[in-house]
């Protein structure tokens, strides 16, 4: 079946760049979806990218594809106190409507 | 625009009781879906609505499980005789689906602890 990986945690300093990475397995994968969640909140939709891109911006949010490794990134610049939370990338094959498969999270923790 | 809402947000039982909850879409948004979030994992993926049509369900809904939407727009979402397996934080999200992404909106979730 499908199978998405995230790692679980990245640390990085307030006002540098965070890099979180996501690996998939599905070739017929047709969106790719970035949700946040904050501590016992629920999901909230960042972005999502369609297969036939490679990058997508949205302002302090960069998304790049690599269709070919099935790698997936999600930048965030100037990483704030407020970006602390558990990152998860989602995927689904079915023209986007169907169920989405998502990765187990990547905390991201900011330092000072 | 309220969002998605779920009721309610806490739900303790005990093993072997009924329990059921309720999700509320974004109004005119065609599709619902459930899933199921446990501690450390990301949500999996259990059933979904198109309208009041259930068009599809994963594996991991057992005959346990069921769900309804009746008139296209609340859903409930019902376990039968509980067990402690079934502690979890049950989401609802919501699409309008016409073309695109179709991107899906989370409820806060419903906390379900069996006890």
């Known amino acids: 079946g499908e199978d998405v990986e995230q790692s679980l945690f990245l640390s990085v300093r307030e006002g540098d760049s965070s890099v979180i990475n996501c690996t998939y397995t599905d070739s017929s994968s047709t969106y790719l979806y970035w949700y946040k969640q904050e501590p016992g909140a629920g999901l909230q939709l960042l972005t999502y990218i369609f297969s036939n891109m490679d990058m997508k911006q949205d302002q302090r949010l960069t998304v790049l594809l690599n269709k070919k490794d099935k790698h997936l990134s999600l930048r965030i610049a100037d990483t704030q106190t407020g970006d602390s939370a558990i990152y998860f990338c989602?995927?689904?094959?079915?023209?986007?409507?169907?169920?989405?498969?998502f990765g187990k999270g990547t905390h991201l923790i900011i330092q000072p | 625009d309220t969002g998605v809402s779920q009721n309610p947000r806490h739900k303790i039982t005990k093993r072997g009781q009924n329990v059921t909850f309720r999700c509320d879409p974004i109004?005119?948004?065609?599709?619902l879906y459930w899933y199921r979030q446990t501690l450390g994992q990301g949500p999996e993926f259990l059933t979904y609505f198109q309208n009041e049509a259930q068009l599809e369900k994963s594996r991991l809904l057992s005959d346990r499980f069921s769900a309804e939407r009746p008139k296209g727009s609340f859903s409930t979402l019902e376990i039968q005789r509980t067990e402690q397996g079934d502690s979890a934080m049950y989401l609802c999200a919501s699409s309008l689906v016409r073309q695109g992404a179709g991107e899906q909106y989370f409820g806060p979730g419903t906390r379900l602890t069996v006890t």
């Open positions: 989602a995927e689904t094959s079915g023209g986007g409507a169907d169920g989405l498969t």
């Open positions: 109004s005119e948004h065609n599709r």
